[in-house]
């Protein structure tokens, strides 16, 4: 080869390499824009998002700063009130601090129909309307930036039982990773036959629509315990020693069947407290759910 010759092809190849610098250097580029963008999105509150055509299918909408459909995961909280009172709202004071503690979460506070002394809106109508939520929510996760294949539930007293039903029951898909419970019924069955409280059977035979020997596919289809297998989520379960209104043992069944099926589940008890409780024993409740959740949502 000549020296003019070999300079020409010494040219090409360093234009070449020029070329390919340069195009890295504008894919890097592109890809830190794209960064840039993510973090560019804003943080939404929406409150009273309507899921169904009742004033009471709504739920309230927290979608963080830079989510995208990769790194924003989504927990689905449930009110407790013994299917019959309770709102959304009764999260509230709590949402903001499992924000700070779960920033690369979304969150989603939902109401559902509540059922009546009258006999309206009986079981299974709640469910029914988690489910619709979730559903609902389903359908909206790309518009929404969050990533629907990692999901948490958490819930309080009978939202507990929901969120627990949920993730057994309405979880084919396996897209509900981790369930919180704090101090849900998980056997109404035995929640009829040994009540806390002598006006339970009454209302329970109003809301499941006769008694466990009269209707057991009632009590059976809103029984957590009756719908564990070694294929549902990791659970975590919290309960006072003296509630009063949903008895102990009840988590205790739920503990133990999770563990025989090797689910892994994890069961804190606090010694002297009721049906609920504040300060330090939630800070404890929360900052364990927190890291229950991202060990097992990763």
């Known amino acids: 080869m000549q020296p003019s010759q070999w300079h020409a092809v010494m040219r090409y190849q360093l234009l070449a390499i020029s070329f390919i610098i340069i195009m890295l250097s504008t894919s890097c580029s592109k890809s830190n824009d794209a960064t840039a963008d993510n973090s560019s999105v804003q943080a939404q509150t929406l409150i009273d998002v309507a899921y169904g055509t009742d004033p009471l299918q709504k739920m309230d909408i927290y979608l963080p700063q830079g989510r995208t459909t990769t790194n924003t995961k989504v927990a689905m909280l449930i009110h407790g009130g013994a299917w019959l009172a309770g709102d959304k709202a009764d999260f509230n004071n709590d949402i903001p601090l499992l924000r700070a503690q ?3 979460y979304a969150f989603f506070n939902i109401n559902y129909r509540l059922a009546t002394l009258q006999g309206a809106n009986r079981w299974p109508t709640q469910l029914n309307d988690v489910n619709a939520a979730y559903q609902f929510l389903k359908n909206k996760f790309n518009e929404y930036q ?3 294949d990692k999901v948490i ?7 507990a ?4 039903m949920q993730a057994y029951q309405n979880n084919n898909d396996r897209k509900i990773k981790v369930v919180v419970d704090l101090f849900g019924p998980t056997d109404l069955t035995d929640l009829y036959n040994n ?5 339970y059977p009454n209302l329970l035979q109003i809301f499941m629509s006769g008694t466990p020997t009269t209707n057991a596919t009632n009590y059976n289809s809103a029984s ?3 719908f564990i297998n070694n294929q549902v989520p990791p659970t975590i379960i919290f309960h006072g020693t003296n509630d009063n209104v949903v008895p102990i043992r009840q988590s205790d069944s739920l503990h133990a069947q999770l563990q025989r099926v090797n689910v892994i589940t994890q069961y804190t008890k606090y010694n002297g407290e009721a049906h609920g409780w504040s300060g330090n024993n939630l800070v404890d409740t929360y900052n364990k759910s927190v890291a229950f959740i991202k060990q097992n949502n990763p």
């Open 102 to 104: 779960l920033p690369d």
């Open 146 to 148: 969050v990533n629907g």
């Open 153 to 159: 539930v958490l819930g309080a007293s009978a939202g």
């Open 161 to 164: 039982q929901l969120a627990l």
């Open 195 to 199: 009540p806390p409280d002598p006006q």
């Open 224 to 226: 957590p315990l009756r």
